[in-house]
């Protein structure tokens, strides 16, 4: 961002089928890092590659295996849960057949079978998360990234979006940003850490444990807060 650098040099490489959490004080990098991946900014060095597509030069097919939740959902508030789907899924070239059944299988999954047919501007914040996590995952993606999904929910609201990322995330690659360690270390198998803008750790969970003795002497240690 003009003379300020938001990530320096950051080198990530995610094995397939794990789940990773970035962790990181506010303005570590965070948010930047996935809205690069997810094709939102540029970066002015370097490169994104997604299940071996290069982002920078095929954004069309490496996008397409990306789903995600980046910053606060918005949605139509007119349009109910089935409809808001229906018309993402059209936007990605989704036949109506197809559609149906996945929509009625992804409302079951994140919990809001029952509000299909209610229109959104009558849903919280909580079911609009929910929502989200829903149209990411609309177009079967092998790919999800998340930024804080959890944030400005209620502690029942944590828990139960917690659950369910741990039931969507089967068999894909998962990345999210988050700055709750707990929700970390009970979603992912891998932590990355950022602090002004550069890596500063990328462990298995079980790892950081080992060495530091907990998640938070980890990161209070190499986020300089101790």
């Not at 900014?41 to 490496?62: C, F, I, M, Q, Y």
């Not at 789907?85 to 409302?107: F, N």
């Not at 998962?174 to 707990?182: G, P, Q, Y």
Request: proline share 4%.
């Amino acid at each position: 961002y003009n003379h300020f650098l938001a990530l320096d040099n950051l080198s990530l490489e995610i094995p397939q089928g794990e789940s990773v959490a970035l962790l990181g004080p506010n303005g570590a990098g965070k948010t930047t890092a996935l809205k690069i991946i997810c094709g939102v900014l540029r970066p002015t060095s370097g490169t994104v590659h997604v299940n071996g597509v290069n982002l920078l030069t095929d954004r069309e097919k490496a996008l397409s295996q990306i789903g995600s939740i980046l910053e606060t959902p918005e949605f139509y508030p007119f349009l109910t849960a089935r409809e808001t789907l229906s018309y993402l899924g059209r936007l990605r070239g989704m036949r109506d057949r197809e559609l149906g059944d996945r929509i009625t299988e992804l409302l079951k999954l994140v919990g809001l079978g029952e509000w299909v047919d209610v229109k959104v501007g009558k849903f919280s914040r909580g079911m609009k998360q929910r929502l989200a996590l829903a149209q990411a995952l609309l177009h079967d993606p092998p790919i999800l990234i998340l930024d804080e999904p959890s944030l400005g929910l209620d502690p029942k609201g944590m828990v139960e979006m917690r659950e369910i990322i741990k039931r969507a995330k089967r068999r894909k690659t998962v990345l999210f940003a988050t700055h709750l360690l707990h929700e970390a270390a009970q979603v992912c198998e891998r932590i990355a850490i950022l602090e002004g803008g550069k890596l500063r750790s990328y462990q298995e969970v079980k790892q950081l444990r080992k060495k530091y003795g907990s998640l938070e002497k980890a990161y209070l240690k190499l986020t300089g807060g101790t």
